[in-house]
């Protein structure tokens, strides 16, 4: 009895009394959950177009997040930077189309993911040598990223919102809407999709799947700077920023592989339910640090119920 | 010309069906134990020893329990390095719990727990597939590690949290521990692993090598002739856990001789799939190719500098190591993308119809 209350009745006693805490929770979850979204995003848009499961998003996530650093540092101003790292991307997009992808077309999924482990090794490699491995402070405040907080005093008791975690989630909001409008409402955003639907089909209807690939391979790129500008933000620029791409990817498994919606619910939902579940559940009766494996095993069990994720496209099988 | 198969006539189907249908491969195997059981030992330093032939047959078996679940039945895996940790805590709990068991025996025992874990993990694998079981296994492998943290019962409630080799007899020989010989710990990996590989080729000819390929290839097809897939699956996931948890097991009581929690993490998993990878999916010598290359190349690159006189940083070369890794990865898939064991069918091929092109 004792255990069963510990796990069923005491968290949610200590959520009551404290409200203002749980809040200050939620809102912590919610940021992560946002940070979360945005790598699941480049996840999905490269998965949708060219069905490769691109592990390498994570890395490029701390790739961009360095060279926009290191960029700085080298006296380049901030401002300048930006498009300079954007840049960058786009010469990186190029280089992984022409290099690795192009003599892979239709070799099978494994293949290509196995290809994207290996893209991930490599710009380690690279972008230790050129950084070196210790850790960086992101450049908030030149890039004009207030730095102050909020403070509100809800139920008597005390929330602090910091405004770089309000622009993180409104700059990331913006992030999706364009992008959004961009895959449904532009030329080049239905080829995207039309090619995730049928390569063959595309292609035979005169759109270059080179270019195509190239150009989702930048928007991913872009995805993943704005990704580093806000997690450096957090919690400064090294390679340890690298776990939290293996935290994308429960979202996807949550989410569906090809979905938008599902990348951002999932992303959300598990940045949430993991800071609930190691302040609530974790901390007291687990030893803490549940956060490394909540999400993974969460996921695992929502796709027992659904294996395709909550909002993936349905499975059909032919033999 | 070396190759020629000409006169080797095959008269029944028993001799058709033949581990070696052709002799020269018998000869060729025979070459390569003898320098593996006898020439090796011989030669090999210390420095040999433990940097290149006990790390390669210990990741060379754990990549062939990955390549058991991966390569054969086709079930993409994560979490390898998870379960290695379970054989190798599993084995530490054994020998504290009877610290006179047969430490040969202990090993064996400690594949047990591991496929009991990779069991369980296995079972969703059945509605769950292709790149959704892949993050499934994640889960297993960043559960376990964190319970290998927590749960100080399995590190015997030691302070440093790291598990610590005891010193083992073995019919009056030391196999493991501080002051056991690289030599016998070689013979004592080499055996383990002739062993389980020779069990695996035939297990993989076999029956259910055969319903695993067939799971692998399409298994709603698969389960139209017939195979039962949670069956398939389970097998497979069983086997392969077994023999990455004697791997696990061997990795740390006669290699590393203490390990800590976060030894087992992705990078270790990883690895392994890596070796598997650039090795061949699908394929037993290419676990053994694909471990050769990948532990070995980190000691010849660090060799090369020196040999030229050229000091460079070892952080640099660490680096260079890890490009050289990736760029590897995918220069393999390009060329081949079934790996080195693919590459060896292609010369061997080339090398019976030689001269002629065809």
């Given at each position: 009895?004792?255990?069963?209350?510990?796990?069923?009745?005491?968290?949610?006693?200590?959520?009551?009394?404290?409200?203002?805490?749980?809040m200050q929770v939620l809102w912590e979850g919610l940021v992560s959950g946002v940070l979360y979204a945005l790598i699941a995003l480049g996840?999905?848009?490269?998965?949708?177009?060219?069905?490769?499961?691109?592990?390498?998003?994570?890395?490029?996530v701390?790739?961009a997040a360095?060279?926009l650093v290191?960029?700085h540092?080298?006296?380049?101003p901030a401002l300048l930077a930006v498009p300079?790292t954007l840049?960058?991307?786009?010469?990186?997009?190029?280089?992984?189309?022409?290099?690795?992808?192009?003599?892979?077309?239709?070799?099978?999924?494994?293949?290509?993911?196995?290809?994207?482990?290996?893209?991930?090794?490599?710009?380690?490699?690279?972008?230790?040598?050129?950084?070196?491995?210790?850790?960086k402070v992101m450049i908030t405040e030149q890039l004009m990223i207030p730095t102050g907080a909020y403070t509100f005093?809800?139920?008597?008791?005390?929330l602090l919102i910091e405004q770089k975690d309000l622009t993180a989630v409104v700059g990331a909001g913006i992030l999706v809407l364009v992008l959004l409008?961009?895959?449904?409402?532009?030329?080049?955003?239905?080829?995207?999709?039309?090619?995730?639907?049928?390569?063959?089909?595309?292609?035979?209807?005169?759109?270059?799947?080179?270019?195509?690939?190239?150009?989702?391979?930048?928007?991913?790129?872009i995805i993943a700077l704005a990704t580093g500008i806000v997690w450096g933000a957090r919690a400064g620029v090294?390679?340890?920023l690298?776990?939290i791409?293996?935290?994308?990817?429960?979202?996807?498994?949550?989410?569906?592989?090809?979905?938008?919606?599902?990348?951002i619910?999932?992303g959300l939902?598990?940045g949430v339910?993991?800071k609930?579940?190691?302040?609530?559940?974790?901390?007291?009766?687990?030893?803490?640090?549940?956060?490394?494996?909540?999400?993974?095993?969460?996921?695992?069990?929502?796709?027992?119920?659904?294996?395709?994720?909550?909002?993936?496209?349905?499975?059909?099988?032919?033999? | 010309?070396?190759?020629?198969?000409?006169?080797?006539?095959?008269?029944?189907?028993?001799?058709?069906?033949?581990?070696?249908?052709?002799?020269?491969?018998?000869?060729?195997?025979?070459?390569?134990?003898?320098?593996?059981?006898?020439?090796?030992?011989?030669?090999?330093?210390?420095?040999?020893?433990?940097?290149?032939?006990?790390?390669?047959?210990?990741?060379?078996?754990?990549?062939?329990?990955?390549?058991?679940?991966?390569?054969?039945?086709?079930?993409?895996?994560?979490?390898?390095?998870?379960?290695?940790?379970?054989?190798?805590?599993?084995?530490?709990?054994?020998?504290?719990?009877?610290?006179?068991?047969?430490?040969?025996?202990?090993?064996?025992?400690?594949?047990?727990?591991?496929?009991?874990?990779?069991?369980?993990?296995?079972?969703?694998?059945?509605?769950?597939?292709?790149?959704?079981?892949?993050?499934?296994?994640?889960?297993?492998?960043?559960?376990?590690?964190?319970?290998?943290?927590?749960?100080?019962?399995?590190?015997?409630?030691?302070?440093?949290?790291?598990?610590?080799?005891?010193?083992?007899?073995?019919?009056?020989?030391?196999?493991?521990?501080?002051?056991?010989?690289?030599?016998?710990?070689?013979?004592?990996?080499?055996?383990?692993?002739?062993?389980?590989?020779?069990?695996?080729?035939?297990?993989?000819?076999?029956?259910?090598?055969?319903?695993?390929?067939?799971?692998?290839?399409?298994?709603?097809?698969?389960?139209?002739?017939?195979?039962?897939?949670?069956?398939?699956?389970?097998?497979?996931?069983?086997?392969?856990?077994?023999?990455?948890?004697?791997?696990?097991?061997?990795?740390?009581?006669?290699?590393?001789?203490?390990?800590?929690?976060?030894?087992?993490?992705?990078?270790?998993?990883?690895?392994?799939?890596?070796?598997?990878?650039?090795?061949?999916?699908?394929?037993?010598?290419?676990?053994?190719?694909?471990?050769?290359?990948?532990?070995?190349?980190?000691?010849?690159?660090?060799?090369?500098?020196?040999?030229?006189?050229?000091?460079?940083?070892?952080?640099?070369?660490?680096?260079?190591?890890?490009?050289?890794?990736?760029?590897?990865?995918?220069?393999?898939?390009?060329?081949?993308?079934?790996?080195?064991?693919?590459?060896?069918?292609?010369?061997?091929?080339?090398?019976?119809?030689?001269?002629?092109?065809?």
């Amino acid at each position: 009895m004792d255990v069963l209350h510990k796990i069923l009745v005491a968290p949610f006693i200590d959520m009551a009394a404290a409200p203002d805490f749980l809040m200050q929770v939620l809102w912590e979850g919610l940021v992560s959950g946002v940070l979360y979204a945005l790598i699941a995003l480049g996840f999905v848009l490269i998965y949708k177009s060219s069905r490769i499961f691109n592990f390498a998003q994570g890395i490029m996530v701390v790739f961009a997040a360095l060279t926009l650093v290191g960029l700085h540092e080298k006296g380049v101003p901030a401002l300048l930077a930006v498009p300079l790292t954007l840049v960058v991307m786009f010469v990186l997009a190029v280089a992984i189309e022409r290099v690795v992808l192009r003599p892979l077309v239709n070799q099978p999924d494994v293949i290509l993911f196995m290809a994207t482990i290996g893209i991930t090794l490599f710009l380690i490699g690279f972008g230790e040598m050129i950084f070196g491995g210790e850790n960086k402070v992101m450049i908030t405040e030149q890039l004009m990223i207030p730095t102050g907080a909020y403070t509100f005093e809800p139920f008597g008791g005390f929330l602090l919102i910091e405004q770089k975690d309000l622009t993180a989630v409104v700059g990331a909001g913006i992030l999706v809407l364009v992008l959004l409008v961009f895959l449904n409402r532009s030329k080049m955003g239905r080829a995207i999709r039309a090619l995730g639907d049928d390569h063959q089909a595309a292609l035979s209807v005169g759109i270059s799947l080179s270019t195509i690939w190239v150009l989702v391979w930048f928007i991913a790129g872009i995805i993943a700077l704005a990704t580093g500008i806000v997690w450096g933000a957090r919690a400064g620029v090294s390679f340890a920023l690298e776990v939290i791409a293996f935290k994308a990817l429960p979202v996807l498994m949550l989410g569906g592989l090809e979905s938008v919606t599902g990348a951002i619910v999932g992303g959300l939902a598990i940045g949430v339910l993991e800071k609930l579940f190691e302040i609530y559940w974790g901390q007291p009766l687990m030893g803490g640090n549940t956060e490394t494996w909540f999400a993974f095993v969460f996921a695992l069990i929502i796709l027992l119920f659904r294996p395709q994720g909550l909002f993936g496209e349905k499975i059909i099988e032919r033999v | 010309m070396l190759y020629r198969i000409t006169g080797q006539f095959k008269t029944n189907y028993r001799s058709d069906y033949a581990l070696f249908p052709v002799r020269q491969d018998m000869f060729l195997l025979a070459v390569i134990l003898f320098f593996a059981w006898v020439v090796f030992p011989l030669m090999a330093s210390e420095f040999a020893f433990q940097t290149l032939l006990i790390p390669v047959l210990i990741y060379a078996l754990a990549a062939l329990g990955l390549n058991i679940l991966t390569g054969y039945a086709g079930q993409l895996s994560l979490g390898t390095g998870a379960f290695m940790g379970v054989g190798a805590y599993a084995c530490y709990k054994l020998v504290t719990i009877f610290p006179d068991l047969n430490l040969m025996l202990a090993i064996g025992f400690s594949g047990l727990f591991s496929a009991a874990i990779g069991l369980a993990f296995g079972l969703p694998s059945l509605r769950i597939k292709g790149f959704y079981l892949a993050i499934a296994t994640l889960a297993a492998q960043f559960f376990l590690v964190w319970l290998f943290e927590k749960w100080s019962w399995l590190y015997n409630y030691n302070a440093s949290g790291a598990i610590q080799v005891p010193t083992i007899d073995m019919f009056g020989i030391t196999v493991s521990g501080p002051t056991a010989s690289s030599m016998v710990q070689y013979y004592f990996v080499l055996f383990i692993v002739s062993v389980i590989t020779i069990l695996a080729i035939n297990i993989t000819r076999g029956r259910i090598g055969r319903m695993w390929k067939a799971v692998r290839d399409m298994d709603i097809a698969a389960e139209l002739v017939g195979i039962n897939l949670l069956r398939a699956k389970l097998i497979a996931f069983g086997v392969s856990s077994y023999i990455v948890g004697v791997s696990g097991a061997l990795f740390v009581f006669l290699w590393r001789g203490a390990a800590e929690p976060n030894l087992f993490d992705i990078p270790l998993s990883f690895r392994i799939l890596f070796i598997a990878i650039i090795g061949g999916l699908g394929s037993i010598l290419g676990n053994f190719l694909g471990a050769i290359l990948i532990i070995a190349l980190p000691v010849i690159l660090n060799i090369i500098p020196e040999a030229f006189g050229v000091e460079v940083d070892s952080s640099l070369l660490e680096h260079i190591n890890i490009m050289i890794i990736g760029a590897l990865i995918i220069a393999v898939l390009i060329i081949e993308p079934h790996g080195l064991a693919r590459i060896w069918a292609v010369i061997r091929e080339k090398l019976i119809i030689w001269p002629f092109p065809h």
